[in-house]
């Protein structure tokens, strides 16, 4: 098992790009999420998803727009990156319900100028 | 408004001393919390949990106290080991209805001295 998988592992967007960061887990997860963590500030929920086409809002959502077609696969797509973008971004996948472990995966460090 | 909070950006102890990380919460619909490890440049990897039916859980080094009236949790390593330095975050969970989510606090960084 590859378990919770990122890419890219870098990126540097200049400002008004777009771009999509992809996730990928092979545990047949139902619940799979987007976080953003920040100096100080902690992991903070973007969007999270409980199955294929079912997805709802975290805590910082706005700029960011996902989809899950695929129990496997949930992007994370920046439409207009702003430099404020500018974060490491965690995936994760996990079983809905219960105490809800999560597997993350390595990250990606997004760097918007 | 932050509704997992870790007031404690940092803490230092000897090895083989007791580590004690704090967490408090604000929402008393949380049903499950958790603590979660981070190694520079990895991904979280969960750690222990409770649920809020319990006041102790407990698996080898690592136990987790929950007090309920006091919306407050606690992480307690023992004995401290080096390879335990890293960021820890305490998360919540709500069951709503069929969906849930899970919300982190801002993380303390644990160092442990050899």
Not at chain 1, 36 to 58: C, E, F, K, N
């Amino acid at each position: 098992n590859a378990g919770v998988t990122q890419t890219p592992k870098f990126q540097v967007l200049k400002t008004g790009q777009s771009m999509t960061l992809q996730c990928a887990q092979d545990m047949n997860h139902e619940y799979m999420s987007w976080y953003r963590q920040d100096p100080g500030m902690g992991l903070r929920l973007i969007h999270y998803s409980v199955g294929a086409g079912i997805t709802d809002q975290g805590e910082v959502p706005n700029g960011y727009n996902v989809s899950r077609s695929t129990t496997e696969d949930f992007p994370l797509r920046l439409l207009s990156a702003a430099p404020s973008q500018t974060s490491v971004y965690f995936c994760a996948s996990g079983t809905s319900g219960g105490p809800n472990e999560q597997f993350f995966g390595p990250g990606t460090r997004l760097t918007v100028l | 408004d932050q509704q997992v909070k870790q007031n404690s950006p940092s803490l230092s102890v000897q090895e083989g001393r007791i580590s004690i990380l704090n967490c408090d919460y604000t929402n008393s619909m949380f049903d499950y919390f958790l603590w979660y490890k981070k190694y520079p440049a990895e991904g979280p990897t969960f750690l222990i949990s409770i649920s809020s039916i319990k006041d102790k859980n407990e698996d080898g080094r690592f136990t987790v106290f929950l007090n309920k009236s006091a919306k407050h949790l606690s992480l307690h390593i023992v004995p401290s080991q080096p390879g335990d330095s890293a960021v820890y975050f305490c998360a919540a969970k709500r069951r709503r209805t069929s969906y849930d989510k899970v919300i982190f606090g801002p993380g303390t960084s644990l160092s442990v001295i050899p």
